[in-house]
């Protein structure tokens, strides 16, 4: 049974920093790509961020220099680090997985307040 859960949401000031984090069980971690999502009231679910299995990241370019994805695989986890939040950055952020079948797997979300 695949899982992914993810922490460290909450409320931060603008200008502020969070780290989420989201631990994947059922899954072959090495071997999957791991993506941010996030989803703002009223809007679309839109990328954050990517990691393939061997490391490499992209971004939104929107968000480039502010957010950092990263990954363990020996704790099975990916990480979102932010910084200089904002808040047009509130939103629920997802973690996903890919296998290498291309099948995709959600978590159930955390949710991110930046108060102005």
């Known amino acids: 049974q695949v899982q992914l859960v993810e922490s460290g949401g909450g409320l931060v000031q603008a200008g502020g920093s969070l780290r989420l984090s989201c631990a994947a069980s059922g899954i072959n971690f090495r071997l999957s790509a791991m993506h941010w999502y996030r989803q703002a009231a009223g809007r679309e679910r839109e990328l954050v961020a990517a990691?393939?299995?061997?490391?490499?990241?992209n971004y939104a370019d929107s968000l480039k220099g502010r957010f950092t994805i990263s990954r363990d695989n020996a704790k099975n986890t990916v990480f979102l680090q932010m910084s200089n939040l904002k808040p047009e950055d509130t939103a629920v952020y997802y973690c996903s997985s890919v296998s290498l079948l291309g099948l995709t797997s959600w978590g159930q979300g955390t949710q991110v307040t930046v108060s102005s």
């Open positions: 990691i393939t299995r061997e490391g490499v990241s």
